[in-house]
Each structure stands twice: as C-alpha cells, then as structure tokens.
DNA sequence: GATGAATGAGCATTCATTCAT
DNA sequence: AATGAATGAATGCTCATTCAT
C-alpha cells in the first residue's frame, strides 16, 4: 500500500495543452544542453528532469523512452542549423553566398558552440546508431546539394572556372568547414584568422585561374 | 581443489615482470579497439577484460581504475600516432614534406580509422575532461609546430610565398585535415579526391603566386 | 480554447447516472477482460482505461483504487458464475439436475473460457489477499450446498444410494470439477471426453450398487 | 566519481566453487518460497536477495536476470515434483500404484502445499509465456503417460476392465487429482475423506464390473 | 464528469570497484 | 598474478494515485 505521489503545482497555470507542448520544449532544450555539456556520455533522463525541475516519471510522460528524448533533441538541433546566422540579399553573388558559408560557421563556433559539440556527439554516435546516422547523412547531403548549387551558380556567372569538380570541391568545403567545428580552444581572432585564411584558398581555388582575391582580402 | 589463483591461460611464460608489461599492454589494446569499436559510452572495463580473457579483477590489478586504462589507451594512441605512414627521405623539400603529410593522414583515414575514431572520443571527451584536454594541447602544439617547420623551411627554400602566416596557415591546415578525420560515409575513392583537392588548394596557396601547380595533378 | 474537461466521446447521453453506472459496468468489464488475459500480473489500470476509451483520472474519479475496481471484477465474475448455462426443468430428478452441473462446466469451459481464468487468478490470489478468500469461501459455500441439496434430493427420491456421504461426495465433486477449469491445452473433443468419464463415475458412485447406467452412455 | 561497494564477507568461506553452487540454491529456494507465498505477481528480485542476505547485484552475478532465476525455480519444481512422496515396492500391482498416486497428491497437499501453489502460479502464467507452457505440457505429458502405464500394466494383470478406455481416463484421472491440488481451505480430515473418495470412484470405474472394492475400505 | 499533468516509490538491471583467497 | 564473489550507487522505466482545471 505504497503512498503515490502528490502533484507539485506550483508554476502558474498557462492555458491548458500549452503547457505540455512548453515543457516539451523547456525537456528539449535542458536535454539538448546537458547533451552538449556531458556528451552522449554523461547524459542522464535524471539530470534532464532536474534542470526543468520536474520529476522523472514526468519526463517519460513526455518522452516515452530516453530514445525519443534524443530524438527530439536532434530535431531541435536540425532546426538550429537551418536558421541561417548571417542574413543575405536575394540577389548574392554566387561569391558571396560562398562567403556567408563561412561567415555563418564562424558565428555558430564563436557564439552557439554547443550547437557544434552536439553536432559531433551525434556524428560520433551514428557510428553505431543507424537511426542517427540516416539523420545525419540526409542533413550533409543537403549541405552538399546546397554547396554544390553555390558552385554552379559561380559557374554561371563566370565567377567560377568552368572546369570546377563541383561535386569534389563541394565535399572538400564541408570536410574543411567540419575541421572547425572540431575545433578546440582556439582563441576568437586566431579563429578569425583561420576561417579568412581557409575562405580565400577557396576562393582562389574556384575563381577562374587569373583572377585576383585581392578584394577578399578586405573582408574581416 | 579450490580454483582459486590457477591462472587459466597457460601461455609460455616469459621472464616475470615481461608478462605483467605485455598484460598491461595486451589490455590497452583490448581497450583501443573497444573505445574505437563503442566509445566511451560503449567502453565497459569488463568486455576489456573478456577480450584479453582475464578477470576485471586482474585488470584491476594492472589498472587501479577506469581512468588510469583510459590514460594507458590515450598513451598507446599518442604513440600510433607518431609513427609515420609514409617513409619520406631527409632531403626532402619542404613540398614533399607537405605532400607526405596528406598521403599519411590519407593513409590513416583508410588504413586505420580507428585511430581517427579514437582521436574523436579524445577530443569529445577533452571538453570536460582536462587531464585528456591537456593531452590533446600536447599533440596539437607538436603538430603545429611540425607543420609551422614545413613552411618556413619552404620559405627558405623559396618553394612558398615569402609572406606566407606560417602561423595561420599551419592552424588552417590543421583544420581542414582534421576535417577529414571526421569524414563519414565517404567512399574510398570520394575521400581520395577530397584530399587531392585540399592538398592542391593549399599548394596553390603557398606557393608564390605565378606557380604552376600542374606536377601536383600528376599525384595520386 | 481548454481542452479541459470537455468529453471526447459523442454517445448519446443516457439519463445521468444512468451513465455512470453504465461507465463503471464498462470500467469493470474491461477489467475483467484484461484479467482473463493478462492475469493480475499483468492488470494496468491505464489498459483499463484505454480499453474503455476514458483517461486513468476518470477511471479513478469510479473506482477511488485499483482495489476497488478489482472487487467490481470480482462481483461482476460471481454473477456470471450465477447464471446458470444449462436450462432444466423444475420438475427435473437429481440425476438430471446432476448432469446438468457437469453440462452446466461444459458449456463454460469451451464458451467462457474467461471465467475459469479469473476464477483461478482469484483462486491464487486469495493465498495471500483475505478478502478475495472470504468471496471465494462464500462462492464454494454456496456451490457445496447447492450440491448437497441434489444429492439428499436424490438420495429421497431413491435414485442414490440411502448411504452417501452427502458432505463428502459434494466436496469430492466440486474439486474433480474445477480441475476441469485449471485444464491446459485439451482439445474440445478430448475434454467433451473427459468430462463425460468423470460424469460416470460419479453416477456410477451415487447410484444404488445394482442401478445400471447405461443409460448414460448415450449421452454426449 | 561514486565510491564502490566493498564486498562484506562474513559467512565462513566453504571450499570455493562450492560457494557458488549453494549460493545458486539458496537463491532457487528463496526465490522458490516468495513465489509461493507472493505469487508471481509479489516476486521481487530484492526481496529474494534481502532473504539471502546478499545485494540485488550479487543475485545478478549468479542469475543474469529474472527470468533466468524463475527458470531455476521452475527445475527446481520439477526436481521436487520427480521425487515420489510414498514408496513403493517393484513388484506392486496396478491398483496398489494407482492408490499410490493419490497418496503421494494427499501428501504434498499436506506437507508440501507450496509445491502446488508455485505450479498453479506456473500454470497461470503458462497461458501468456510459451516457455513456461512447454514445460508443463512435458510434465503433463510424462504424468499421463505414467497413469496410463498403470492401466494398461492393470488391463494386463486383469485387475482393471479390458475396455477400459486408457487415454482418457488417465487425463480424467489427472483433472481430478489437480482439483485437488487447487484445493482451498479444506481441512486435514475433510481433505483425507475427499481423496478417499475419489479414489474409490475411479477405482470403482477401473475395476471389472463384478468386482468389489470393499478392500479399498480398510485404506486410509 | 472528465482530463492533462504531475509524483513517490519501486523495479530489474548495470557497472566500476573491492577483497579474501 | 589471478579470481570468484560481493557491493553501493546509479540508470531507464513503470505504475497507481492525485489534483487543479
């Protein structure tokens, strides 16, 4: 005759049906930031309900099982990574959406790192999660595809050589932009550094042979 | 009678104090492959101890505890890592020496991904743990160097840009190596044109601007 | 906007508390359901619930415990075990009134087979829960002496022998009969036989030494 | 860094290896006892260590898990169910093996009462989990087979009917005497008179029409 | 009447670690 | 040097129950 437990109602009340889709959310982002905190590794249903303060048997009112927990933390992350974090007019050139690219992964390191660590927690884990690894492999080939337009574009508009291997070039920017990612204690300007660095061998490699960078040169 | 003590592997003893090494040394590697295998979140010291065929308790005899097998498995990579896969002639020029650096990072992506994998864990690993963050500085600011060597020596022997940031650039080619450690799902021959590409970039990059870089494309 | 409180379900609204009682006969019969074919083990007051398409609050907003909705099944299977599968006659002799128990088993070991179900999962949990005993008690009670009746009836209508052991041979019967419930995996046709053996016996041991019966085997 | 358990060691160290098995029985009994008296339903892995007097995690060193310990339960079952209550000689008839079978139910109702409340809890559980139902078939397999021996070994030694219909009787036989075993709150005398009873009646059935059973009178 | 949300207590299982032998 | 046996502290998950709305 064990004595069950009594609610703790002690947040007010939102309209009804709200609520759950909040903390739903509030279980998410706690979930997502231990994730990034302590890794695959360290990641505990327990912690997860503590940080929103909730009771354990809470969270799996939500979240069936700790699977779909992460599941609704690799969404969350997906919808982080397609909120672009520099914004750009209709009408770029093909060079300066290349150059968002970076732009945009300097951001992410330097201000959302931990959208980067569980991005690597996830890619280390799919290694051995099928489920994760068709998530992440549906997310780098829409990278690519959109790398690759970039390129093509460029061609287009006789920014880029002709005789650019789009398809290799494409993979050869993303395996140079994830180098970043897995970037560790680089301080912010020998970051800056890097990432202008890597961005203007990209562009010398892709512009049309005489081309000059130099106005690249100009960029932060 | 009693089981007890009777050791079950009747392998050739060698002189005592030899076996307890090669026990030490046979654990690290059941450990390598297992981190490489599962990860830290897969690593239990028990299936260690099964693949050697010994007891946890006798592994715990050779490692007081978890951590000190991981330090032994970390020591045991760092080694790996510092055996060259491409045997290169002392009086290379710093062009080959730069080449040789992609053909052993290549060569490891293939030929041992583990290591890479291993590194991984390490390096996921280093952002809460400082003993293995220490560590990786270590490696890092040794790989800095041997890289920052390359390109100075390249500029002595004007094959490189004499206004080249030895610095950033060996920081940048860092990066975009590590990059390919992480690479997933890339088909052998994808991963091999990745590299070539990168490779050229940044010969294109060093070298002072009128160079041709068409012998490169002769390379693998 | 709340979605609170309002009903999901459209039936037709019967008089209220016509309606509660209707919804506590559900709640019980699904209870009873999921007790037949899970066993106590395996009884979730939530399957309940959902069975009857209501939410576990409601389910307790009826039965204030899971206890309490147990005694519903309880009551609900003593009902069953009331109505009497078989028709007879009142003007029927003992020895007719006899067979008709046998019948009566018959019907309900091949047409409910439930009924045995729960009445074992009572059976076994009134080892250690005293007020099941006490209903179970009363139930073999009143089935003793429904027995016992027909076998003094037929001991004065000189179809048994003047000497039985009336107690007895009821409580002898009673337990031969409820093997048939605890009967595993017998084929229809094989019970049918074993029932109708056990029936001759038994008439075979009530009748006066010299009576035939014959009769009998003409029977199903 | 969570401080491990140090194992107590107080009971006197057996022979080592013996340690093991015993701990294993004592485990099969305890767990053997709170089935019988908590049924499946009350069947705690804890409580079972506590009565031990061992942690959770040593009862998971021997059984690696609950299902593992209810299988030894369940051999340990059949191993009591194979050990006759009443012995006999070699050279008894077939009505004096018959009698047997009655004793040896009237004795384990008696003396052994859990060993009928754990095989009833099995044979609850047998209609949802196949492995346990595969058991009892055997086990009701190899009694059907012994009763039916005896009649047959009775039809040749002309003390049973030359008609007698073997299968069939021998599964009445057995549905009766399981009756029993689902006995309730029958006392010691009353339980006596019942099986006294019954067996009378199928002894009756057996015999050739003429013959007497007054004999079986003077039994207990 | 009905429901969403919450909870305490418990459950089987896991794991690194310990220690007498 | 090696092992069987043992353990404390967790870990993911379940379940009957409660209560404001």
């Known amino acids: 005759m064990p004595a069950y437990g009594t609610p703790k109602r002690n947040r007010p009340r939102v309209s009804a049906g709200t609520l759950g889709k909040q903390r739903r959310q509030e279980l998410v982002e706690a979930a997502y930031l231990v994730l990034a905190d302590k890794g ?103 990278w690519q595809g959109h790398l690759e337009s970039i390129f093509r574009d460029g061609i287009k508009e006789k920014l880029f050589r002709p005789d650019l291997d789009v398809k290799t070039t494409a993979a050869a920017m993303m395996s140079q932009l994830r180098g970043l990612g897995y970037q560790r204690s680089l301080k912010a300007s020998a970051l800056k550094r890097v990432v202008t660095l890597i961005s203007l061998q990209i562009e010398r490699w892709v512009r049309p042979s005489g081309t000059h960078v130099g106005a690249a040169k100009k960029r932060t």
């Open 40 to 142: 695959f590794e360290g990641l505990r249903t327990r912690e997860v309900a503590k940080r929103v303060g909730i009771n354990i048997a809470t969270l799996h009112y939500y979240f069936p099982s700790k699977e779909a927990l992460i599941s609704g933390v690799v969404e969350y992350l997906l919808q982080k990574l397609r909120e672009p974090q520099v914004s750009i007019p209709e009408s770029a050139t093909a060079i300066e959406r290349l150059r968002v690219e970076f732009a945009d992964i300097s951001v992410r390191v330097a201000k959302s790192p931990e959208q980067l660590k569980v991005l690597t927690e996830l890619a280390v884990r799919a290694w051995r999660d099928p489920s994760i690894a068709r998530i992440l492999s549906y997310l780098e080939a829409a």
